[in-house]
């Protein structure tokens, strides 16, 4: 099977499913208590504005009708009005939705630069107290509630310390760069501004480094498990046997070979970064898509919560599938 | 022949030695080692302050006192007041019981149903088996956390909607699980055998099935436990979980987050406990696994 056929077959794998996701966020959608009408209207609204929303929602028609106007709205890439801010929510997430791209990816790039090098070392100086040290780091990371040590953070480097800002993406004064991919630290970057970048780069630090904290956690046990199951295979012995340099065989053939099931769970940390990054702009004020739904949820604003949830398995279908493809470039005897 | 007496006898009767002198070699095995025991004894204290907790709690963990409010930890109050003026070792104390029922509900509701699903759907194979992992492709189309948070969220916020959400975010898990073990063990003799005696469908899942794959399960199960008191939190956290007054370990540490800049110490002391109770769930069941079930090492 060529890789073209097999992405297309992908692909059409993956519309049952995600039928099936915007299936559940439907029914979901509808077993919220209470009236949808009056919470749109108010508490002090009167019988004919309520209808008149009714009418307008097209919550007075049986759930089936309700069922294919959703999916309509869908296919034309409605989802629906914010109850909260009046606004379409699909240009809300997407206003909101490089700040979360930014976080997310400044973690991933954080933890894997930071998993490797650990999850190696440990391997190679297995049971000796680096290893040790390495591990017990990646239980507490493992073990750590986002919404905590990210305050603990904030307490110590803003509160004690003033070494960095304690939220938001920016100082209350400084205007954005120009919004070229909304991500503030590329864009000043390529506005040449360099006191901008050194800004929005030290808003980034530390919720970034308390979302990837945990996954560089994770990977670095990967690293370390597949780092011991390679180096004690064949072909390690013959590099050894060839007089390869401790160096070159621990990381041209141990750690190539290694990384290899690391991708699968980069996959895996990548969804629990979108799940940890509603919590973390949460307490760091990040304006994300996840701080966006956590005070919808407080509003019970179900069309933003419809919305955010079907974008976010959205992306995440494609996350796996990119991986999924990786994995079998990286080894091409998996088909 | 090698195949055949793999195929007639399970995976966990492979030895011929008594039941419990297998118990005993196990039990032994997590003793030893330092870690394992390390989790298991903060597990037990868990139990232990849980079931006995209205003795060990110096004060009552609601009970308001406004002119005492943001007391710093001192002989009076071991770990300071609230902003209620509530004592927070009594609390933390109280939250025991919170996460203990939390992590049984959760594990109990979600272990039970992906056992039994995954077990009949390894078994029966066919359209059963297509819509039941059809259905749990979706469940796995969201991120964990989101998935819960948007259960919870139209549910509306509440303890008990909150652990119905976190519990079917975790079927899936047990499922897949169940549904290969079952796979493997539907070829094997004894259900064979079970099968040519005229023994029904569901004893044979329930008899012969289950029994044999249960040591696995019991083992990603308690794994699981961490990661249920974590998510609880992080739900009580945002809002969705536990409603106040509820001395819930996540949703104290809210509370202390509007007070970070005077009172630290509100904070500070729930999320130490989630972090050392979690630590001791994930090392035990780490241990757990080693001794029981080894190819489940991920």
């Known amino acids: 099977m060529s890789k073209a056929t097999f992405i297309l077959y992908r692909l059409i794998g993956m519309i049952p499913t995600l039928l099936g996701v915007m299936v559940v966020i439907f029914f979901l959608s509808r077993s919220i208590k209470g009236d949808p009408a009056r919470m749109m209207a108010g508490d002090v609204a009167d019988k004919q504005v309520l209808e008149t929303i009714r009418r307008e929602f097209k919550l007075d028609q049986p759930v089936y009708v309700q069922f294919f106007a959703y999916f309509q709205n869908l296919a034309v890439g409605n989802l629906g009005t914010s109850f909260q801010t009046k606004r379409p929510v699909l240009s809300s997430l997407l206003e909101r939705f490089p700040a979360t791209l930014e976080l997310t990816l400044a973690s991933l790039s954080f933890a894997l630069l930071g998993a ?44 004690k310390l003033d070494w960095l800002p304690g939220g938001s993406r920016l100082g209350v004064y400084t205007a954005p760069p120009p919004t070229i991919t909304g991500m503030f630290t590329v864009d000043s970057l390529l506005a040449g501004n360099g006191p901008l970048f050194q800004e929005s780069l030290s808003h980034l630090i530390l919720p970034a480094f308390i979302l990837g904290y945990g996954y560089m956690a994770l990977l670095a046990r990967m690293v370390r498990s597949s780092m011991l199951e390679v180096l004690t295979q064949d072909y390690i012995r013959t590099a ?43 307490i760091f004020s990040w304006p994300g898509i996840g701080k966006f739904v956590v005070d919808a949820g407080l509003f019970l604003d179900y069309p933003v919560i419809m919305g955010f949830t079907l974008l976010i398995a959205i992306v995440y279908m494609f996350v796996n599938l990119v991986v999924d493809l990786m994995y079998s470039w990286l080894n091409p005897q998996i088909q | ?92 104390i109280g939250g025991t019981q919170v996460s203990l ?26 359209r059963f088996d297509g819509v039941v992992m059809r259905v749990m492709d979706v469940i796995l189309a969201f991120p964990p956390l989101i998935l819960a948070m948007a259960i919870a969220s139209f549910l ?143």
């Open chain 1, 116 to 159: 490797i090098p650990l999850g190696v070392l440990s391997a190679v100086k297995r049971n000796q107290p680096i290893d040790h040290l390495v591990r017990l780091l990646s239980v507490g990371g493992i073990s750590m509630p986002v919404f905590w040590s990210g305050l603990m953070l904030i307490y110590l480097f803003y509160l």
């Open chain 1, 240 to 282: 050894r046997s060839k007089g390869l340099a401790e160096r070159a065989i621990v990381l041209r053939h141990g750690l190539r070979n290694a990384l290899i099931p690391v991708t699968t769970l980069a996959g895996l940390a990548f969804a629990g970064l979108l799940g940890g990054a509603v919590l973390t702009e949460t």
């Open chain 2, 1 to 92: 022949m090698a195949t055949s007496s793999v195929l007639l006898s399970p995976p966990f009767a492979r030895d011929s030695q008594p039941a419990w002198r297998i118990f005993w070699r196990a039990a032994r095995r997590i003793l030893q080692n330092r870690l394992t025991l390390f989790g298991l004894s903060v597990m037990l204290l868990l139990v232990f302050t849980a079931v006995f907790a209205p003795l060990l709690m110096p004060d009552s963990p609601t009970a308001l006192r406004l002119g005492q409010r943001l007391r710093p930890p001192s002989a009076q109050f071991l770990l300071g007041t609230d902003e209620f003026g509530r004592d927070i070792l009594s609390r933390i």
């Open chain 2, 101 to 126: 029922q939390i992590g049984l509900i959760v594990i109990g509701l979600a272990g039970t149903t992906g056992y039994l699903l995954g077990s009949a759907s390894g078994y029966m194979r066919g």
């Open chain 2, 156 to 298: 509306g916020p509440d303890l008990n909607n909150a652990m119905i959400a976190i519990a079917v975010v975790h079927i899936p898990k047990y499922t897949r699980l169940a549904r290969s073990e079952a796979l493997a063990l539907r070829e094997s003799l004894f259900v064979l055998a079970a099968r040519s005696t005229g023994a029904s469908h569901w004893r044979i899942i329930t008899r012969h099935i289950m029994p044999n794959s249960l040591a696995s399960i019991l083992v990603i199960a308690t794994l699981d436990f961490g990661l249920v008191i974590l998510t609880a939190a992080s739900l009580g956290f945002i809002g969705l979980g536990a409603q106040p007054p509820t001395p819930e370990w996540g949703l104290m540490v809210a509370d202390g987050r509007k007070y970070l800049v005077d009172a630290p110490w509100v904070a500070t002391f729930p999320g130490l406990t989630i972090v050392l109770v979690v630590i001791a769930a994930n090392v035990f069941g780490d241990g757990l696994r080693d001794v029981l079930d080894p190819r489940l090492r991920v």
